[in-house]
């Protein structure tokens, strides 16, 4: 799996004098001299599996006309998607609902009744990125004719972000130890340590109308993971003298 790793350093060189013992006051001060280093941590990878939310609607006159239309397309699309599943990917329902739909009308000035929509979300968590075109592709000509989120992840998302608190700390000492030398004092020991990491955000497009122009080409949809980000960071006093 490619990743790489990238530390950045935030200095903030803070010294408190004070003739007072002991480390902390009750102010939330330190009654040491101090020495405040934020360093930060940062691993992109390429990422390894994907969630996909596809929906199906039908509409009818009838909600009974709805639920069979739905119904028949939903099996459709959940039969394409089970032909490609790998062995550790799932398929599952996220949520159906059915409704009466009301437009309003300028000409009455009421809304008026239009029939039903019957909705269904399935969500699909595939590690099979090298064929996500074909898949929306083939949902899409199933049936399916909305996919509301595509969002890339990683398996190994814990052990990144573990690795990218490691950087952090390890950049916080590394630049302490290069400012005190540099200021002319000695660090006596860590009086705190703060870590702080982020999440990848997901990853959302409009697929819809991608999927419309590649059917029309003959070419499926293109799908670019790009990486993921995890950064972290950690902000670490020490008592200098």
Do not use: H
């Not at 360093?39 to 969630?51: E, F, L, Y």
């Amino acid at each position: 799996m490619r990743y790489k790793i990238i530390a950045v350093t935030t200095i903030c060189f803070i010294i408190v004098l004070s003739a007072l013992d002991g480390s902390y006051a009750q102010d939330g001060k330190y009654e040491k001299n101090t020495l405040s280093i934020t360093g930060q941590g940062k691993i992109t990878a390429s990422p390894d599996k994907a969630s996909i939310n596809i929906a199906v609607e039908s509409m009818s006159d009838t909600a009974a006309g709805a639920v069979k239309d739905n119904s028949e397309k939903t099996n459709k699309v959940i039969g394409v998607i089970k032909a490609g599943l790998g062995e550790d990917d799932k398929v599952s329902t996220a949520g159906y609902s059915l409704s009466p739909v009301y437009e309003y009308s300028s000409e009455t000035k009421k809304s008026e009744f239009k029939g039903y929509r019957a909705a269904n979300q399935i969500i699909v968590e595939t590690r099979n990125l090298n064929d996500l075109g074909k898949l929306i592709d083939g949902v899409a000509q199933a049936g399916s004719n909305r996919i509301d989120s595509l969002i890339f992840d990683s398996t190994e998302r814990e052990s990144y972000k573990k690795r990218a608190l490691e950087m952090a700390v390890k950049d916080a000492r590394a630049t302490a130890e290069t400012v005190a030398q540099a200021a002319g004092v000695k660090i006596v020991k860590i009086l705190s340590i703060r870590p702080t990491s982020d999440i990848p955000m997901p990853v959302y497009r409009n697929y819809e109308v991608m999927s419309k122009m590649a059917l029309a080409e003959s070419s499926p949809t293109p799908i670019e993971p790009g990486e993921l980000t995890v950064n972290a960071s950690v902000t670490m006093v020490f008592e200098i003298q």
